[in-house]
Each structure stands twice: as structure tokens, then as C-alpha cells.
Nanobody
Framework: VQLVESGGGLVQAGGSLRLSCAAS????????MGWFRQAPGKEREFVAT????????QYADSVKGRFTISRDNAKNTVYLQMVSLKPEDTAVYYC???????????????????WGQGTQVTVSS
């Protein structure tokens, strides 16, 4: 599976962005998807994940209530809508596919196999 993120950019604090992640492959709809982020000098951290059907989601406490993950299996795309952005949200954002199909939602990077190249999100104060 190949993943390509887009939608990053520079935004002022309080602003919004929507990230997209387009996936190749016919089995996209069988896999949970996740968004992670990595700021300079920090480890990659979990942001949000969504089940294969879109029926279940889970968020990091730091983004709960501000970010929304969604997916369109017909378009092989997963989204991350981000509102009320803060300077501490500045990072490279990556989408990823869980290593195994279906099953439980997971939140650690080691449980995800395919990764995109990342898209930069910068929030100015």
C-alpha cells in the first residue's frame, strides 16, 4: 500500500486545516488507518485512528474535541480535520495503515506498517 498525504501548510493559531491521505490498493477498506505527528526533536506520537468501516475512532487527549478523523473507502482516502489549531500542533503529520486487517484499534507506531511521506503543518502564534 502506498500512502500520499496532502493539505498541510502554514496557519495562524485558531485556524483550521484538513489533511488528506490517498491510498493505493484494493484492500484499503479492510484496514484501520491512523494519523501520527512528529515535531523536531520529539518522537512520533499518535494523533487519531479510525476503524476499517469508519464506525470507531480514537484520539489522543491533546487533540480530542479539535481534530476529527474520517474516511471515504470509495475514494481510498482518510482525512484529518483540524480546528482550533495551536502552536504545539506544529509537526510533520503522517498517515499509516495498521499492519493487520480488521481487529482492534491500535495507537502505537509499531502496530502500523505502511507510512506516507508526511505533510508539514505549522501553526504560528
Amino acid at each position: 500500500v502506498q500512502l500520499v498525504e496532502s493539505g498541510g501548510g502554514l496557519v495562524q493559531a485558531g485556524g483550521s486545516l484538513r489533511l488528506s491521505c490517498a491510498a493505493s490498493g484494493r484492500t484499503f477498506g479492510q484496514y484501520h488507518m491512523g494519523w501520527f505527528r512528529q515535531a523536531p526533536g520529539k518522537e512520533r506520537e499518535f494523533v487519531a485512528t479510525i476503524s476499517w468501516s469508519g464506525g470507531r475512532t480514537q484520539y489522543a487527549d491533546s487533540v480530542k474535541g479539535r481534530f476529527t478523523i474520517s474516511r471515504d473507502n470509495a475514494k481510498n482516502t482518510v482525512y484529518l480535520q483540524m480546528v482550533s489549531l495551536k502552536p504545539e500542533d506544529t509537526a510533520v503529520y503522517y498517515c499509516a495503515t495498521k499492519r493487520t486487517s480488521f481487529g482492534s484499534l491500535v495507537t502505537t507506531p509499531k502496530d502500523f506498517g505502511s507510512w506516507g511521506q508526511g505533510t508539514q503543518v505549522t501553526v504560528s502564534s
